[in-house]
């Protein structure tokens, strides 16, 4: 049974620091992408970062340079570190994993976690 578990979300006022976890279990983790989306009430889901089997990252412009992503294959987990958050960074934080298997693509994702920034 696959499984991604976030935590680390919460309140927190404009200019602080959160940091998210993900910690996955039931699949191969070295070999799938993993990813943090985003989805604020109203709105769809938006990638935030996004880190490949490489260690390759990329971010939305939004939070580049504030953001970072990384992962730690032998601990079966991804983290955000998310600095000088804004009240715009409030969402639910998903985790994703992705890989691509005989071309189809395989996916999973995470119940989300709150990040709530006050103003």
């Known amino acids: 049974q696959v499984q991604l578990v976030e935590s680390g979300g919460g309140l927190v006022q404009a200019g602080g620091s959160l940091r998210l976890s993900c910690a996955a279990s039931g699949i191969t983790f070295s070999i799938f992408a993993m990813a943090w989306y985003r989805q604020a009430p109203g709105e769809q889901r938006e990638l935030v970062a996004a880190i490949n089997t490489g260690g390759s990252t990329n971010y939305a412009d939004s939070v580049k340079g504030r953001f970072t992503i990384s992962r730690d294959n032998a601990k079966n987990t991804v983290n955000l570190q998310m600095n000088s958050l804004r009240p715009e960074d409030t969402a639910v934080y998903y985790c994703?994993?992705?890989?691509?298997?005989?071309?189809?693509?395989?996916?999973?994702w995470g119940q989300g976690t709150q990040v709530t920034v006050s103003s």
């Open positions: 994703n994993a992705k890989k691509v298997w005989i071309g189809r693509p395989i996916e999973y």
